[in-house]
């Protein structure tokens, strides 16, 4: 007799959940034809200018590294509206996988970052807190970001970190 925790799924939710991959790429390959994909997640405290300067060379790097890019983010306040505004003035295409709290509760920046992981970035930047030390002060670092790097790294995807100038 096999037993089955709750976490553990059974072939059925792999194959559906396979399903719904395909399906998502493939609205995503429509809608997005030969974009190479960078994701990005930042910490909401992560907006002073420092970070917007950093953010800005990390999505510049990524842009020379891949011309075709598209920045695909949750569009979360902080970094990640400085990551939107990049990606207007430099016309480069944005894919939003918004948080879902709604449907998800607590669980949403994590489901969001599940979205980003399904598009298959070749690369995933992150700013977890704020690199301006006031700014930054007391604060955990933001757990989402930490959360997609390290998915990111278990999937085999370049991750890397902003950081601050040496």
């Not at 994701?39 to 953010?55: H, K, L, N, S, V």
């Amino acid at each position: 007799r096999l037993l089955v925790s709750a976490r553990t799924p059974d072939p059925a939710q792999i194959d559906a959940r396979e399903a719904l991959r395909a399906q998502k790429a493939s609205r995503h390959a429509a809608a997005h034809p030969g974009a190479t994909i960078v994701a990005f997640r930042a910490a909401p405290q992560a907006d002073t200018a420092e970070d917007a300067g950093r953010i800005f060379d990390a999505l510049n790097w990524a842009q020379g590294q891949w011309p075709d890019m598209a920045l695909a983010t949750s569009g979360a306040r902080g970094g990640e509206k400085l990551a939107i505004k990049w990606a207007n003035q430099k016309g480069v295409t944005l894919v939003l996988a918004k948080a879902n709290f709604d449907g998800n509760g607590r669980a949403a920046p994590f489901r969001a970052n599940d979205e980003l992981l399904d598009l298959e970035p070749v690369c995933v930047l992150t700013l977890a807190n704020s690199l301006n030390g006031k700014r930054s002060e007391g604060l955990h670092p933001f757990g989402p970001a930490l959360n997609l790097a390290q998915k990111a790294g278990e999937r085999g995807i370049r991750q890397l970190p902003v950081k601050a100038r040496a």
